[in-house]
């Protein structure tokens, strides 16, 4: 089974993609990561709502590049994919961004007064 990264890399993606988020998604509260067999589980908390399951990322073993896999709310299941790079890895920011402009772009497309 595929290993987490150590403590500190775990602690340094919670902070970049936080960091991140409030810097491009105002719309998120914050960012919630969790770790499982190799895999990071990024989820968006948005204020008075469920949180929002975005993306999922692959460990490779380096700090500045993830496997990605986009969160299919259609079927409830993480996809692997491409990042628009065209690349199926990339930063953690990169796929936050990937994954927020899909999500919370058809969050603000359905509800305009949140803009």
Known sequence: MPKNPPESMQHSLRQRLNTHAKQHWPQLA???VRYRAGF???TGELPDQEPLPLCRLRFT???????FALYLA??????DNYLPSGLPCGSPEE???CA???????LTAEHPSTN
Not at 61 to 67: A, C, I, K, N
Not at 74 to 79: A, F, G, L, M
């Open 95 to 97: 796929a936050l961004d």
């Open 40 to 42: 990071a589980y990024v």
């Open 61 to 67: 073993g380096v700090l500045h590049t993830w496997g």
């Open 30 to 32: 914050g960012v919630t």
């Open 74 to 79: 259609s079927s409830d299941k993480y996809q």
């Open 100 to 106: 927020c402009g899909l999500y919370l772009g058809l």
